[in-house]
């Protein structure tokens, strides 16, 4: 079987993919050691994910599987900005910055900072139903706006419909 066949089954690339599993980072103090690791294996997966499309699934599945905080979520939302500070959106409104939602004005550190499109939506959902393990950390500096729009978007479905 020549090499490139090798990557083409999939019980094959599963198994050499499951070496790259981050896994959950474990509750309590975790070392500084692990918790590098652990990125360092979700970078990889990442980048195989962008290799090709017979590799790209699995590593997302396996990417998509754990996720240590909830605002990771929210990462693929290029409307989502986590550092976005009220003086810069002050700014950006004096500015005559129009493309941004005005709904989110509050001194909230994470929000949206423009309408969410069907385009983020979609792959927002790609990405969540990957998801099985969520932990939720501190959510208390995700704007509560964000909860509303995820609540619309979701249309009486599950956020995470294969959430464990």
Known sequence: ??????LLDPQILVVLLKHLSPGMIPYGDPDADSIALRHEKQKALARLARVCRAIS????????????DFRY????FKSYNARY???RLHRSLIAGNTS????VLASA???FTYVVTEDEWSRFCDYGKRVRELRLSDVSKVHASIWTVL??????EPLLPNLE
């Open 57 to 68: 699934e699995p590593s997302l599945d396996l990417l998509w599987r754990s996720i240590d």
């Open 100 to 103: 941004l939602n005005l709904r």
């Open 1 to 6: 079987m020549p090499s490139s066949d090798i």
């Open 109 to 111: 550190s994470q929000m």
């Open 151 to 156: 609540t619309r978007w979701c249309l009486r």
């Open 73 to 76: 979520l929210l990462r693929p």
């Open 85 to 87: 500070s009220v003086s």
